[in-house]
């Protein structure tokens, strides 16, 4: 199924109010958004049982550090995630509406260009890949840790998770769509700006200026939208990173110390690998969008038609921010992949000074 297409974004919408992330869906028969009582219900059943999940879980695994970090940063992540769907200006319904709004009107029918589609098949194998892992291999691996009451820890565990996994990929999709409508505006432009003889090239140049000036405020949402999540995620997928490297260092280092099978030690390698994997494809999408946009100063800088509207406009694009930048603070991009990894590794290696005594044979 392509993610241009109407009923993709009934299935993500439908995905996501099932992981209690909106009280809404998007209706690909009515083309339109929406909301019905029983939805509200069940987000609300969901994000109750989310808090009891969390209780337990934390009050369960008191004293073991481990546990209750993780439980805390999921924590964190699953409380902005309630904020969101029950926020009254619904800001992630208004982001999603005007990018369907964008794509069905102006861009339906449009490629997306080898680059764009080779990343979106890529995320969605690896969130396929990371579905089974979670649900079918981590409930082995999690009765080692939570060994009382294990199928209600299971339970518990898969509601967070899904939680965080599913605001992940919501994401990542709305990046690839303002990515895919940033590209085909800079085609439009160039072709606009490049072609000696056309009718109505002012016309079509304001038309293009006006649709980049709404991407624009798009951008700014999901920013905003997306800022508190993101943070919280990306603390979950470093404490991750911590966790399963101090493992590898013990079945590396001191085998004799760790009671795992050869099999559940796969696990965590594969683990490690996969959420960096996963780290590394969420901000490369980013690293387009920057890609992107630095083409459309350029396409609008260097045409020769420089006139008063189009330079006011490259004006405005060189004051708006470059990247996608969350909370106004940092920057999502390949270098934020390196350095959560950088300070994961450092981390654990603090972890392993602490508990040297302890590991040494």
Partial sequence: MRP????????LTKFTALNGLNTYYFNAEGNGFRGTWKLRI??????????????????????????CVTILTMGGTTAFCMQS????????????????????KYFTGKPSGSVLKTRFNMKILFVMI??????????????RLLPSMFYLNVGSYWLLYNMLLAAVLGFYCFIWQICRIHKLLNDQMTLILTKSRQRNRLGKMTHCLKLYSKVLVLCDQLNYEYGHVSVCVLACKSWFQITYGYEIFQIVAAPKSLDLSLGMRVFVVLSYILDAINLFFGTDIAELFSTF???SRRIL?????MDRLLSMFTLKLALHPKRVVLLNVFT??????LA??????????????????KLKP
Wanted: aromatic share 12%; charged share 20%.
């Fill in 4 to 11: 241009t297409n109407s009923h993709f974004y009934s299935l």
């Fill in 42 to 67: 069940y987000c609300l059943i969901h994000h109750v049982l989310c808090v009891l999940a969390l209780g337990r879980m934390f009050y369960n695994s008191a004293g073991n550090m481990r546990i």
């Fill in 85 to 104: 769907c029950w926020q009254k200006s619904q800001g992630l319904r208004k982001l999603a509406n005007g990018l369907i709004q964008m794509e069905q």
């Fill in 130 to 143: 990371t579905l089974l892992r979670i649900h079918l291999f981590y409930p082995i691996y999690l009765k």
């Fill in 293 to 295: 946009r630095a083409d």
């Fill in 301 to 305: 800088r260097e045409t020769n038609r």
């Fill in 332 to 337: 999502f991009d390949r270098k934020l992949t």
């Fill in 340 to 357: 959560l990894i950088a300070k994961s590794t450092l981390y654990t290696i603090c972890w392993l000074q602490g508990d040297y005594n």
